[in-house]
């Protein structure tokens, strides 16, 4: 029979094995890096833009910090970016999901450009120019104070904004400016057109014939005038003035 020195060393010897083998498994985590990464949600960023932002050095791709990153860290803020959440799929594969911003304008203010959504509420500043997004002229407004309305005199114009903005979407157009005078009506700066839209009424009539009419007037410049468009007595009435 084994004497008590030999369980002894049997016993240790089954310990030391036991570390070797956390150890292994840890080094084996440790060593296991995301290969494979995907970005869902995104319009305002690339997925390339967005893997540089998170996922900058190469620590950043290993699994095991990628998922206590995620469990038990605050997330990177990223512009016009809400949230986001990182699902692993596999060890080495994860999905990035942005839940970003609703933004439809910005106003120009202090040598920044203030960005709102659809109530008005400033959601993001910046230095920078937003692709897609129109910047919005005429409006006016006091002191600009982040994640509070836009304080602007009626603040009915956000739905007429919103409403303009979504018949652009729809139709894809990109306009660089939108442009209201005292009375609000809408102005669009599409490159070297002015399109006249008068006041908020047939909002998505009028951009729909815009947007037939665009094809022909690629090259050209001047002032488009849509604002007499009536659906209701099925013809239109526009004039283009060159410049």
Known sequence: ??????????????????????????????????????????????????????????KDRNS?????????????????VESYEIVFHSPVEIEVILYEKSVVGYVSYMSSNMYFDKDGIIVESSSGKLEGIPQVTGLTFGSIVLNQPLPVEDQGIFEHIMNLTQALSVNEIQA??????????????????????????????KILELCNM????????????????????????????KK
């Open 176 to 205: 660089d400016q939108i442009r209201y005078d005292n009375r609000g009506n809408a102005t669009l700066i599409i490159g070297d057109i002015d399109v006249y839209l008068g006041n908020n009424k047939e909002m998505n009539g």
């Open 64 to 80: 095991l910090y990628v998922y206590c990153q995620e469990s038990f860290k605050p997330h990177k803020q990223i512009p016009f």
């Open 1 to 58: 029979m084994p004497n008590k020195i030999e369980k002894k060393k049997k016993k240790h010897m089954g310990a030391w094995f036991g570390i070797a083998c956390g150890l292994l498994v840890i080094l084996t985590v440790l060593s296991v890096n995301i290969t494979k990464i995907t970005v869902t949600g995104n319009k305002k960023y690339t997925q390339e833009q967005i893997e540089r932002l998170l996922f900058e050095s190469r």
């Open 214 to 241: 665009l094809p022909e007037l690629e090259g050209m410049a001047g002032t488009l005038y849509l604002d007499r468009y009536d659906e209701t007595n099925g013809n239109l009435w526009y004039s283009f003035i």
